[in-house]
């Protein structure tokens, strides 16, 4: 009689188990398919008025038209970005926190910095690759220069006299000008600035003399004239600004530097939210809005796979890896 109850026992609680792991499933399956369910954050780790903000933004706007709930930035500056990743990397992995990546956070701070409580290629997932943006040197009009040679010779006639600003440590224009110091032999002091804004504001004002940055965030000063170009970075000339040389043509064959952004969620994100972030990217950077305004700054438009953007990353990472190596960049 006793066996007779444990096993009714037993087969009711195995029941039970089952029943409760069914729920789960299909809870977790109905959560994933009616993706989103509630707003979207998505965490730029710089100051708005640079580079990723407007790329974070721009196509953060258009997402926010497409889907059911808002996508909400949230600018989240300092270390480098080094905290943002942290916080991302600890927020639940359900599509609903995202962040902007870029070659300071994924390609450089793995090698730069010795313990970030997180590693880039395990706890987060690219999903898709937003834009590349060309990296532009300029310096203040002031300056008695016309072009990347004249820089060259007056740093070296001028040891100890220029500054350039950055939008901090390993922001894509501090990596630029490291490059760009390691490929020319020159000395030109960094100065971190908390984003490109604030840089911008000194530079401006004439306060330090040299910066690098996207086509996004300086077109508009060089085109007025309160920002003299020098060179860009890209392979190629840029449509926007035809007859400013190329670092390659000034006599520096080979350099390049391009900045890129996409996005990245936390590991463990189901497949099916990743892939809808990635397709309902694709579209927001094909409306004319945004492919508009891309377009006009000289930025290639990106949307491709998840495994685009993680051989990109891994590219960049061996890049990278070399160029702090050789050039002993350390946070400052």
């Known amino acids: 009689m006793d066996n007779k109850i444990d096993q009714e026992r037993r087969r009711l609680m195995l029941h039970g188990c089952l029943a409760m792991s069914l729920a789960g499933y299909f809870n977790l399956s109905f959560a994933q398919s009616t993706w989103p369910q509630k707003p979207i954050r998505f965490i730029v780790p710089f100051v708005p008025g ?7 933004r721009t196509v953060g706007q258009e997402l926010s038209k497409q889907l059911p709930y808002p996508v909400i930035l949230e600018n989240k500056a300092g270390g480098g970005g080094v905290p943002a990743m942290q916080e991302v990397a600890k927020s639940a992995p359900d599509g609903y926190t995202m962040i902007l990546g870029h070659v300071g956070s994924m390609a450089v701070n793995p090698y730069i910095f010795t313990n970030t409580g ?147 969620v936390p590991a463990g994100t189901p497949e099916s939210v990743i892939k809808r972030i990635q397709e ?35 590219q960049q990472q061996r890049v990278w890896k070399d160029v702090v190596t050789r050039a002993n960049i350390r946070v400052d």
């Open 50 to 56: 640079g580079t990723s903000d407007i790329v974070a």
């Open 118 to 264: 997180y590693d880039v290629n395990k706890d987060f997932v690219p999903v898709t690759l937003l834009a590349k943006v060309p990296s532009l040197f300029v310096v203040h009009p002031d300056l008695p220069v016309e072009n990347l040679k004249e820089l060259v010779a007056y740093a070296k006639n001028n040891p100890g006299k220029l500054n350039y600003g950055s939008a901090g440590n390993a922001s894509a224009g501090h990596l630029a000008m490291e490059y760009l110091k390691l490929t020319t032999g020159i000395e030109i002091t960094h100065i971190p600035y908390k984003g490109t804004g604030p840089a911008l504001t000194d530079l401006l004002a004439g306060r330090i003399q040299v910066f690098s940055a996207g086509t996004p965030a300086l077109l508009q000063y060089i085109r007025s004239g309160k920002l003299r170009a020098i060179a860009t970075g890209t392979p190629q000339r840029i449509s926007s600004l035809p007859n400013l040389p190329t670092v390659a043509e000034s006599g520096y064959k080979g350099f390049e530097s391009v900045q890129w952004y996409g996005i990245l």
């Open 280 to 314: 309902e990217s694709y579209k927001a950077l094909r409306t004319p809005a945004v492919a508009e305004r891309f377009a006009s700054e000289d930025a290639v438009i990106g949307g491709g796979s998840p495994a685009e953007f993680a051989a990109l990353i891994a």
